[in-house]
C-alpha cells in the first residue's frame, strides 16, 4: 500500500502560484511513476500531469502545459505540482496519484485508470 497525503491548497488570485505537494509513505516512493488529477463540481477527473519514476519524463494535459510544472523528490518522497499564471477555471480539488510498480523506469501515464493509489485531494480556488 501506498498512502498519499496533498497539501498546498488554498485560495489565489488569477495570475496569482501555488505549489502543491504530495506526500508519500508505505512502499518506496521511487518505484511508482506519479501524477496529478483535478476535480470540479459536475466533471470528470482530468489529468493535469505526470512524471516517471526517475523524473526524466513529464506529459502534462493540454489545458496546464507552459503554466504547471511537475517534480518530484525521491529522497523526501514527494512529488509537486507548480502552478503558475493560475485561471479561474483552474478552480477544482487536485489530487496526486501513484500508478503501478511494475511500470517501466520511464513510463508516464496519462489515465485515470492508470493509477492504483489516490490522495484525499486539495482545494485550489482561483478568484478572478
Known amino acids: 500500500q501506498v498512502q498519499l497525503v496533498e497539501s498546498g491548497g488554498g485560495l489565489v488570485q488569477a495570475g496569482g502560484s501555488l505549489r502543491l505537494s504530495c506526500a508519500a509513505s508505505?512502499?518506496?516512493?521511487?518505484?511508482?511513476?506519479m501524477g496529478w488529477f483535478r476535480q470540479s463540481p459536475r466533471k470528470e477527473r482530468e489529468f493535469v500531469a505526470a512524471?516517471?519514476?526517475?523524473?526524466?519524463?513529464?506529459y502534462y494535459g493540454d489545458s496546464v502545459t507552459g503554466r504547471f510544472t511537475i517534480s518530484r523528490d525521491n529522497a523526501k518522497n514527494t512529488v509537486y505540482l507548480q502552478m503558475n499564471s493560475l485561471k479561474p477555471e483552474d478552480t477544482a480539488v487536485y489530487y496526486c496519484?501513484?500508478?503501478?510498480?511494475?511500470?517501466?523506469?520511464?513510463?508516464?501515464?496519462?489515465?485515470?485508470?492508470?493509477?492504483?493509489?489516490w490522495g484525499q485531494g486539495t482545494q485550489v480556488t482561483v478568484s478572478s
Open positions: 496519484a501513484a500508478a503501478s510498480r511494475l511500470l517501466s523506469s520511464g513510463a508516464v501515464v496519462r489515465a485515470v485508470t492508470g493509477y492504483d493509489y
Open positions: 508505505g512502499r518506496t516512493f521511487s518505484n511508482y511513476p
Open positions: 512524471i516517471s519514476k526517475s523524473g526524466d519524463f513529464t
